[in-house]
């Protein structure tokens, strides 16, 4: 049997990757390699993972129906997948929306109906984001709380990766989970994210761009708490027809402030800070409640800012020779 990650030289994907193959498992991971923000840091991560005992990697573009087709003939053995492969980002959704319905919709769909082929799935998870909540003042986020207006077309798409998920559960007794993810940081992060964006330009000595006067508060969320909730999740399907979502978030909401403060102490330099307005899409506050991850998959995240932050500029330094 094996698993399957889509999006595996993304930064989620990358570590799901190394952890399901960790565990022994054979994971066959795929990625369109598409020119991202940053294709060096992505490319780095397909070598990275290169070598792993029991991993196989492909190059392939979700939403070539094709393609995926002709991938699950030759591994019939797939039993889950982890499907991380999507276009990420609310600010670069306002540039950039028709690749989002590509990348988010059409991927899904694409995958929702070729993945029936496979004899022994047993359950696909999928990423959310906290961005379905979008303008909600009810905090923390609840997975009871309505969803039905979100600020960003990408929080749209993600969304209706949900409602999809629902009726081909239902229509085809698939098993899904769509996990709302709260603003994921970590070694081998993202470079259009704050944690990356902060530490490259504090470390250099450059101006940081902070939104809205700082005034802005997320739950930061360690990569390792949220590959420990993935394979919680995978590790524990639903009944078949049944689709799930579920927040995996750090249950804390942080002040942007103290977040550059634990990079200025991690990093030992100060930043130099540019005030911007608010942008469009971008939301004040996101904060988790993670009850019922916690109840059906014992989710419990462990790792703070501070230490979270000293682990990313400690990887940064040390990946970039600095
Ligand atoms: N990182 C976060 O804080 C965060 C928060 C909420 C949700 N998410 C979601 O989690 C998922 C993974 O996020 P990430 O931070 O690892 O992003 P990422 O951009 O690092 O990784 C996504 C990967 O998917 C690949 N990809 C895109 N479209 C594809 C397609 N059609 N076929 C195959 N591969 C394709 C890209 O090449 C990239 O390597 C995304 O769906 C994202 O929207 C991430």
Redesign the pocket.
Known sequence: MAALV??V?????FHVAHALAARGEAVIG?????R?HNPAL?EGRRKALAGIEGFTFAQ????DAGAMERLFKEHPDIDRIVH?????GVRYSVENPYIYLR?NIE?FVVLLETCRALPALKHLAY?S??SVYGANAKLPFSIEDRTDSPVSLYGATKKAMEVIGHSHARMYGLRLSGLR?F??YGPWG?PD?AAYMFTEKIIAGTPIQVYNRGEMRRDFTYIDDIVAGILGCLDRPPAAGVHRVYNLGNNRSEDLTDFIAAIERAAGRKAIVEYLPMQPGDMTETYADIEASRRDFGFAPQIGIGEGMARFVAWYRDYYRL
């Open positions: 889509t999006g030289a993304g930064f989620i994907g795929i990625d369109s390699m598409q991202s992505t392939v573009d979700v939403a991380l492969a999507g276009q990420a990348n991927a990423a984001s906290s993810f603003t994921v993202r994210m």
